[in-house]
């Protein structure tokens, strides 16, 4: 049995990018499907860099709005790396942190965009 599995979630059947809408879309085993844009996850990559180090620590990432997914690259049989044509790579993205992700995507975006409201930053980039 795989890590993933053992934490009590369905394995990963599918995983397919759509460049054109800029959307990653997860299937699992117990017939849940979640949409990504590559906007949300870039924002909340589990990368050091936007999670930090420590409690607290994460990083807000503005001026992502346009960002694309240009590399999907296996971990073992339980993860993936992202590379991003702004030239982040550094997160791994596990089946687990999807199936999670995906259930609470809703409010981790309301969070993002009150974050970016509260210090008066912008999903657009900065010309």
């Known amino acids: 049995m795989s890590?993933?599995?053992q934490a009590g979630r369905p394995a990963c059947t599918e995983l397919r990018y759509k460049s054109a809408e800029k959307l990653l879309e997860v299937e699992f085993a117990d017939g849940k499907k979640f949409s990504f844009t590559a906007e949300f996850l870039r924002v909340e990559s589990p990368s050091a860099e936007v999670q930090g180090h420590g409690p607290n620590t994460k990083t807000l990432v503005?001026?992502?709005r346009h960002v694309g997914i240009i590399g999907i690259e296996p971990v073992g049989t339980y993860a993936v790396r992202l590379k991003f044509d702004d030239l982040h790579d550094s997160g791994i993205y596990s089946w687990e942190w999807f199936y999670d992700r995906g259930h609470d995507?809703?409010?981790l975006w309301a969070a993002?965009?009150?974050g970016l409201e509260a210090k008066g930053l912008s999903r657009d980039p900065q010309r």
Do not use: F, N, S, V
């Open 105 to 107: 995507q809703q409010e």
């Open 3 to 5: 890590p993933y599995q």
């Open 62 to 64: 503005p001026g992502r």
């Open 112 to 114: 993002y965009l009150a």
